[in-house]
């Protein structure tokens, strides 16, 4: 590496003006597809960074063993950090992992399936990483059940933990090998074990 060096910063949030329509949003996501963005509902363009090394390990574990579960009886569909959101209150967020159920996919024309999912997927699962703060992990979790996930799990390597956002009940934490999922993943159990393992060589 050349030393010396310095370095341009990149901004992470952006105001474009006028805002971006959801079409417009979308058009530059695909201009720009290497570049993780998302929106906050005040029209923020957020640009989120690239994920390190095991962080990636982590969520590439995850969604294999949704997609595991998934197999199992074939109803709704997985989806993995790619998948782009439009949410009722403007915003438009991407999940590390996620699972539209069966009752949603119905509400989906065949147009709609190639573009940006119109609302907030059944489940959600975010997997920390070491350039974001727990609180917000935490922040972004509770937006996405504002917007109308049942259930969604902040998974936090540091701590080992799982921080458990269900509608219509209080914030938990749970600590220990697995995790199991309730409606409207009923059946699917995290090996926790597994996720650890992507954080040591």
Same mark, same amino acid.
């Given at each position: 590496m050349r030393t010396g060096l310095t370095l341009p910063t990149i901004p992470t949030k952006l105001i474009i003006t006028p805002l971006l329509s959801d079409d417009e949003f979308e058009q530059l996501c695909a201009a720009n597809s290497d570049v993780p963005l998302e929106r906050s509902k005040d029209g923020e363009i957020?640009? *989120?960074?690239?994920?390190e090394f095991d962080t990636?390990? %982590?969520n590439a574990e995850i969604t294999y063993q949704l997609r595991a579960w998934w197999k199992t009886? #074939? #109803?709704g569909r997985v989806t993995g950090s790619s998948l782009g959101t439009f949410l009722p209150d403007g915003s438009s967020l991407n999940p590390d992992a996620a699972y539209v159920s069966e009752e949603q996919l119905t509400r989906l024309? @065949? +147009? +709609?399936?190639? #573009? =940006?999912? @119109? =609302?907030? @997927?059944a489940f959600v699962i975010e997997l920390r990483s070491k350039?974001?703060?727990? #609180?917000e992990g935490r922040d972004k979790m509770g937006a996405w059940r504002r *917007? %109308?996930?049942? $259930? %969604?799990?902040?998974?936090?390597p540091d701590s080992r933990s799982v921080f458990i956002f269900e509608a219509g009940k209080e914030m938990r934490q749970e600590t220990g090998r697995q995790i199991a999922g309730s409606? @409207?993943?009923? %059946? =699917?159990? $995290?090996? $926790?074990?597994?996720v650890w393992s992507c954080y040591s060589v």
């Open positions: 957020v640009v *989120n960074l690239l994920a990636s390990a %982590g009886h #074939r #109803r024309s @065949p +147009e +709609e399936t190639q #573009r =940006f999912l @119109p =609302f907030a @997927p350039t974001d703060s727990v #609180r *917007n %109308g996930v049942e $259930l %969604g799990w902040l998974v936090d409606r @409207p993943v009923s %059946g =699917f159990v $995290l090996d $926790l074990d597994e």
